[in-house]
T-cell receptor
Framework: QKEVEQNSGPLSVPEGAIASLNCTYS??????FFWYRQYSGKSPELIMS????GDKEDGRFTAQLNKASQYVSLLIRDSQPSDSATYLC???????????FGTGTRLKVLA | EPEVTQTPSHQVTQMGQEVILRCVPI?????FYWYRQILGQKVEFLVS????????KSEIFDDQFSVERPDGSNFTLKIRSTKLEDSAMYFC??????????FGPGTRLLVL
């Protein structure tokens, strides 16, 4: 059974701080990794994709991938109250394009 | 602007009834996906559809479910005889091979 694990939270950070969200996956053949943001009652909204080991930065967001450790993370710099949402980690690959999602980490940014 | 639109946004139905959920892509893509999310749970893959055929389906996608693209544009998910446990948000997504999948706004289905 291929699994994607996330701490459900809530993770509370003060406004302006760095939020660090983590995700581990069980299928070593996974090739593509995604972070989505989901507000309550809404659909997942893409934040970033990452395909190779290392860091990938996009504005206030940095995704980090370590395939040897089967670990992917998302850093949010200068967190804003509007960043308060559930962050979903999704993994695909190993002969399939379907996503396997984690349960999501709920982030609360305190003003 | 959404990559796909979905109708209806909300659907309430009686147990045992058939429902059809619709997904309309904004532009032409070959890959489409249906996912569902039961309240408070993770997003789960149901089925992928490539070039007008099912390419992969999950254990959830049993004989009660079907997908089709009846007019070459709209992409539908049909649940033949709904159960209480089918109550969930249903998301359509479009993608292209290993490219990122973009999700529609979803249909909230409530089975009574």
């Amino acid at each position: 059974q291929k699994e994607v694990e996330q701490n459900s939270g809530p993770l509370s950070v003060p406004e302006g701080a760095i939020a660090s969200l983590n995700c581990t996956y069980s299928d070593r053949g996974s090739q593509s990794f995604f972070w989505y943001r989901q507000y309550s009652g809404k659909s997942p909204e893409l934040i970033m994709s990452i395909y190779s080991n290392g860091d990938k930065e996009d504005g206030r967001f940095t995704a980090q991938l370590n395939k040897a450790s089967q670990y992917v993370s998302l850093l949010i710099r200068d967190s804003q109250p509007s960043d308060s949402a559930t962050y979903l980690c999704a993994v695909s690959g190993s002969g399939t394009y379907k996503y396997i999602f984690g349960t999501g980490t709920r982030l609360k940014v305190l003003a | 602007e959404p990559e796909v639109t979905q109708t209806p946004s909300h659907q309430v139905t009686q147990m045992g009834q058939e429902v059809i959920l619709r997904c309309v892509p904004i532009s032409n893509h070959l890959y489409f996906y249906w996912y569902r999310q039961i309240l408070g749970q993770k997003v789960e893959f149901l089925v992928s559809f490539y070039n007008n055929e099912i390419s992969e389906k999950s254990e959830i996608f049993d004989d009660q479910f079907s997908v089709e693209r009846p007019d070459g544009s709209n992409f539908t998910l049909k649940i033949r005889s709904t159960k209480l446990e089918d109550s969930a948000m249903y998301f359509c997504a479009r993608g292209q091979e290993q490219e990122t999948q973009y999700f529609g706004p979803g249909t909230r289905l409530l089975v009574l």
